[in-house]
């Protein structure tokens, strides 16, 4: 396992490679997680905390625009891959959304692959309601279209 704060590649290059990764921070991890959507590349991470594998609430989202988890190996040594060969839907509903602090990173990621994403506003959590306004802003500077409708 790679010390703490270090980034491990594996491969020669993006395309087509494997992207072996030991991940520590959480915030960190919960990005580059959700870069997995953005390439077809297979990436595996080592030190995935549950939330992240396949039973876990980001897990289950990635699952969901078509996002394969899969988990290997024992417990301090697991290492999950995320492979997204193709993504099969746009749209992340509120009730896996809700489940998770960070669930907006999603959707760069999926309209930057697709051209397209409907992603949930985020809940609130302990400590108040999500701002997304810096995310749209980002977004609409680049180029996207957004409009907000539902809740969506």
Partial sequence: ??????????????????????????GLAVTLIDAAEATATALSYGGVAWWAGAPGPLG??????????????????????????????????????RQMRASFNVLGPLLARTGEARVSLPGGCTIGAR???????ALKALGAEIALEEGY
């Avoid at 993006?14 to 991940?23: D, M, R």
């Avoid at 701002?131 to 802003?137: E, G, K, R, T, Y």
């Fill in 1 to 26: 396992m790679a010390a703490p704060g270090r980034l491990t590649v594996i491969g020669g290059g993006l395309a087509g490679s494997l992207l072996a990764l030991e991940l520590v921070e959480r």
């Fill in 60 to 97: 289950r989202l990635l699952r969901q625009l078509g996002v394969e988890v899969t988990e290997s190996g024992e417990a301090g040594a697991q290492q999950t891959l995320f492979h997204a060969p193709e993504i099969t839907s746009t749209f992340a509903p509120y009730d896996l959304v």
């Fill in 131 to 137: 701002p997304v306004d810096l995310h749209l802003m």
